[in-house]
């Protein structure tokens, strides 16, 4: 399998993974393959330490995860860019994402972002152990919102990751002086501006 494909499986599994189970009939259908093809490239990707499958359901290993964020933020950068400043329509602006995302460079990447003065703005569930945040919003319900402002998750507060959370389990966060643990839900509601 080539190295944009590889990409491409890994970024539909990791969205597919961030509303439910991907499994491999929706797989086919963000593939435009059949579910034998998708069986056999999924084994692939399996032996090649990209995945590993619960209940026959795919979910990225930590290897597979991080390329799939990092094709999935260079898709959001060139989509958004495409869209909001070049005034692209929603169907152009996917496309040419999703070519550009397997060609440029991280170096490239974090060029165009000064450039634009693009703030790295995500979810803190793509934070690794050890980087910090800071708070931009909650994308969440008022009572998602209240839970979080409770503990402490409020303003423009730094968030300090002590534990990533592998396969959508809970996460370990320390805000101000308090270390809190929350679920895969509620972490990736909490949007960040990444810290250097």
Known sequence: MKKKEIEHYL??????????????????????????????DLMQLSNDGYIQFIHSN???????LEIAKKIYRKH???????????????????????????????????????????????????????????????????????RLNELGIVGNVEILVKEEAPLRGPMKIQVRNSNIILGYGEAKKIIVEIQS
Do not use: W
Request: hydrophobic letters at 40%; proline letters at 2%.
């Open 11 to 40: 970024k539909t599994i990791y969205l597919l993974n961030r509303c439910c189970f991907a499994n491999n009939e929706d797989i086919s259908i963000f593939m435009s393959k059949t579910q034998e093809e998708i069986f056999e």
């Open 58 to 64: 795919p979910i990225l290993t930590d290897k597979g």
């Open 76 to 146: 959001e950068l060139f989509e958004n860019f495409f869209k909001f400043v070049m005034k692209m329509n929603d169907n152009e602006s996917h496309k040419l994402s999703d070519i550009l995302e397997h060609t440029i460079s991280d170096k490239f990447e974090t060029k165009i972002r000064k450039f634009l003065k693009i703030r790295k703005v995500v979810p803190l569930i793509f934070l690794k152990k050890g980087e910090k945040g800071r708070l931009v919003r909650i994308d969440g319900g008022r009572v998602v919102t209240r």
